[in-house]
């Protein structure tokens, strides 16, 4: 079946630097991309996402890459603070649904 | 706006059980979308109502079965309960169509089959 592939599944960083997560996809008629980020005890809230049209899209400190030739699509995270740890998750569309990576467990270290 | 309500937050069942599980989307929302999220497995797509009609489907089993009211608000349903269902269980609600626009999930319930 379709596929989202996440990686890293845990990813530690410095205050202040830039974490950068990426995913991979096997639907070649995938056209919608979120992220959305998961604190503990909360239900994910989407927090970017990139449709195929589109090759990178930003917002604040968070922009999302999209190559859809490599069929992978990557978010960055600039200035890192305290607030960014959480889990986050990458999703495809295909087939009507959300296919979702397994989730990258974000940690800001002061 | 209210978002997204989901209930009960914690349930606790033995196993062959059955169980129903309740989700309030954000007004004006007409579609509701269900998650299985395990540990390390991400989120699972269960099924997606739109106006009382069940849209789309993953791949559960029959045991695992949904309903939508006219209100919006949804239901899921697990029967003959088995240890494999423990599991935080999400509903997200959105405009029109739940996989290519956001969704607001909800807190999750929180399944514990013993």
């Known amino acids: 079946g379709e596929n989202v592939e996440q990686h890293p599944s845990t990813l530690s960083v410095q205050e202040g630097d830039s974490a950068v997560i990426k995913c991979t996809y096997s639907d070649s008629a995938s056209n919608y991309f979120p992220w959305y980020k998961q604190e503990l005890g909360k239900g994910p809230q989407l927090i970017i996402d990139i449709r195929s049209n589109v090759g990178e899209k930003k917002d604040q400190r968070i922009a999302v890459t999209l190559n859809k030739t490599a069929k992978h699509f990557s978010l960055h995270i600039t200035e890192t603070q305290p607030e960014d740890s959480a889990v986050y998750f990458c999703?495809?569309?295909?087939?009507?649904?959300?296919?979702w990576g397994a989730g990258t467990k974000l940690i800001i270290k002061p | 706006k209210a978002g997204v309500t989901q209930t009960p937050r914690y349930l606790i069942k033995t196993r062959g059980q059955q169980v129903t599980l309740s989700c309030s989307p954000i007004s004006g929302h007409r579609s509701v979308s269900w998650y299985q999220q395990t540990p390390g497995q991400g989120l699972q797509f269960l099924f997606e109502y739109f106006s009382e009609t069940q849209r789309n489907k993953g791949n559960f089993p029959g045991r695992f079965s949904g309903r939508q009211f006219s209100n919006s608000r949804s239901e899921m349903n697990v029967s003959t309960l088995e240890l494999g269902d423990s599991a935080l269980y999400l509903c997200a609600s959105s405009l029109g169509q739940g996989w290519q626009e956001t969704q607001y999930f909800g807190p999750g319930t929180r399944l514990l089959v013993l």
């Open positions: 999703a495809g569309d295909s087939n009507y649904q959300l296919i």
